[in-house]
């Protein structure tokens, strides 16, 4: 049941309901505060006994929870994938009946499709994350039995966690297949991002009448920054074949990769992969190829950071998973035979 109280000149909402944990909330106006009350109950009522329990019905309730935020699940990521995987082996089970070998039953199936070690611990750590956060706002205790399903399958060679920090970087076989089996247009933004480490959303805002084709320069828009939303541009030197990728592009647009989103991008990227039997590689990996690949070639880093709109070069030593073999193309005029 729900009720209002009067503070001071404010409305303090309260909703208890047995068995869910009892939710609070101060508003302005007494419609207000009713009317998130009234919500409150009516998202519970939906959660009948029959259903509160099912693995699918937690997914759906954690999409909502992320997507009242700054962080909502994009329907062309790896989140989205994980959770659509996850409703499809274990929505029909019961929260409370994910047992070991449930758990370990899924992965199976998993595997059985082609996800690889590191993919299917990827997707039971989103499990986790979904029943942590539903156990936080439903106030439900149920068990992590997932922790104790990693360790068992890590310990057996099955499952094995990801590092810190990504560092998968394509092949350039597995770049040669993309870029073939591409569309024409997402094969140009596959090229253009090895090269200067765009990001899918700066791919998409490119504009003609920021391209200086006598200069070779283009100058890239509001790059994300983590304490700027605007104003922190960059003015790009078209390196490589960048400029002939960008002057073959038709221009019915302002936008110079007109005709694509950039969910689009993930969307179409992440079915490519699929289709070519092309595993755990992210849009998101070639910049950190288009990185690695600027340093083999022997820039300095306050070069790369010019291209890649780092103002902090310190960032940049998580992108930098050179190659040895590159150092076999460098002049090494500082070694001296003792």
Not at 152 to 175: F, M
Not at 330 to 337: G, I, Q, R, S, Y
Request: net charge positive.
């Amino acid at each position: 049941m729900s009720s209002i109280v009067p503070v001071g000149k404010s409305y303090r909402a309260a909703v208890a309901r047995t068995g869910h944990k009892r939710q609070t909330k101060t508003f302005k106006t007494l419609e207000e505060a009713q009317a998130w009350a009234d919500g409150v109950e009516a998202e519970l009522d939906k959660l009948k006994p029959s259903e509160a329990h099912s693995v699918s019905l937690l997914i759906s309730e954690f999409r909502k929870l992320r997507a009242t935020g700054e962080r909502p699940i994009l329907h062309g990521s790896n989140q989205n994938t994980q959770l659509k995987f996850l409703d499809e082996g274990l929505g029909t089970f019961a929260a409370d009946k994910l047992t070991v070998q449930v758990l370990t039953n899924h992965v199976n199936w998993r595997k059985g499709q082609g996800a690889g070690p590191y993919v299917a611990h990827d997707e039971l750590a989103m499990l986790k994350r979904v029943i942590t956060s539903m156990n936080a706002l439903l106030g439900t205790k149920y068990e992590d039995t997932v922790s104790p399903t990693q360790l068992l399958l890590v310990n057996s060679g099955v499952l094995k966690p990801a590092s810190g920090q990504r560092d998968r970087r394509p092949t350039n076989d597995e770049l040669k297949t993309l870029i073939t089996k591409a569309p024409p247009l997402l094969a140009d933004i596959i090229r253009i991002t090895c090269i200067l480490g765009f990001r899918r959303e700066e791919v998409t805002m490119l504009k003609w009448s920021e391209f200086d084709e006598e200069t070779k320069m283009i100058w890239v828009r509001d790059r994300k920054h983590p304490r700027m939303r605007t104003g922190n541009d960059s003015h790009i030197p078209l390196i490589g074949n960048s400029l002939e990728i960008i002057q073959r592009q038709t221009k019915t647009s302002e936008f110079i990769f007109a005709g694509i989103s950039k969910e689009g991008i993930s969307d179409k990227f992440l079915e490519l992969c699929e289709d070519n039997g092309i595993e755990d590689l992210h849009f998101h990996d070639l910049r950190h190829e288009a990185i690695s690949r600027l340093f083999e070639s022997g820039m300095m880093i306050q070069e790369v950071a010019l291209i890649s709109g780092h103002k902090d070069w310190r960032h940049l030593r998580r992108y930098t998973n050179l190659n040895p073999q590159s150092l076999h193309s460098k002049e090494l005029n500082a070694l001296v035979t003792l």
